[in-house]
């Protein structure tokens, strides 16, 4: 058996390996990443196994059925935890400008920012609403699969050397104070005012195989879904679309859309650029 030929056998065994180790995930902790894209979960999966110190796939499912700890060692390998302070903030700006407008008419409201991740989100979102008078009037709904990121966020402290640049966007959102008036700065770290969360909920929630858990007049889930197959992608989007009523907004990251989806015709395109879509139906 000549080299390619080798090559291209480990690899029909490799997917194997990594489709019954994703079975094991879900039938065992009910964790379901089995309709992600294959190519990002084959990417993440090999860093894991080589990380954590297996030599294949069949080895790393084996530890995770036998030890509950491994688990949450695996996902952080299979969740996305890359974020900053309003990332993109012309999304933020634009939320600023023609979303709160609307939201203004409401006497209360509902926000979800889901796959919250280490939480930069949700701060942008609650220091977005503080500024604009809406903040004690709004629950914000901060949820993830991964337990260790939702401690994270809801610890709300983030190495000093970040804040540089969760400054320069908080500025280019239109940002009406100073960024360094909602956090203290001490030994390397900077810890996000507390009162900034007094209206959070934190909260484990799966795109993959929960329900809808209420009404919303936001959704914000940007940067998830880019990881998710075409089935996938349309359940998150049908959960979204039964969290909000009519009017209800959604935004998406930049390199998500709603087009292809089934669901596509209850929405309308409300900022386009910046991937806000308003429920219509």
């Known amino acids: 058996m000549d080299a390619a030929v080798t090559e291209i056998h480990i690899g029909k065994v490799e997917d194997i390996e990594i489709r019954l180790l994703l079975e094991a995930l879900y039938v065992r902790y009910h964790y379901d990443f089995r309709n992600y894209a294959m190519a990002s979960i084959k990417r993440r999966l090999k860093q894991a196994r080589e990380q954590l110190g297996f030599s294949t796939y069949s080895a790393l499912q084996e530890n995770l059925l036998h030890d509950p700890s491994a688990l949450p060692r695996l996902l952080d390998y299979l969740t996305v935890q890359v974020s900053e302070m309003f990332r993109d903030p012309a999304y933020f700006k634009a939320i ?47 949820t993830d699969i991964n337990q260790d990121a939702l401690a994270i966020a809801e610890r709300g402290i983030y190495d000093l050397d970040r804040i540089q640049l969760f400054t320069e966007n908080h500025r280019k959102s239109g940002g009406k104070s100073s960024l360094s008036e909602y956090y203290t700065a001490a030994y390397g770290r900077a810890t996000f005012d507390k009162t900034l969360r007094r209206n959070v909920v934190f909260s484990d929630h799966s795109l993959v195989t929960d329900a809808v858990f209420g009404e919303m007049n936001l959704v914000s889930c940007r940067n998830v879904m880019i990881y998710f197959d075409r089935s996938l992608q349309d359940r998150a989007i049908g959960l979204f679309k039964d969290s909000l009523p009519r009017n209800g907004f959604l935004g998406l990251g930049s390199k998500e859309s709603i087009r292809f989806s089934s669901h596509a015709k209850s929405f309308k395109e409300f900022v386009r650029e910046e991937k806000i879509y308003q429920r219509t139906d």
């Open 96 to 142: 600023r400008e023609q979303v709160i407008p609307h939201l203004l008419t409401y006497p209360s409201l509902k926000v979800w920012i889901a796959g919250c991740s280490g939480g930069e989100e949700l701060y942008s979102m609650a220091i977005l609403f503080r500024e604009e008078g809406l903040e004690e009037r709004t629950i914000f709904y901060a």
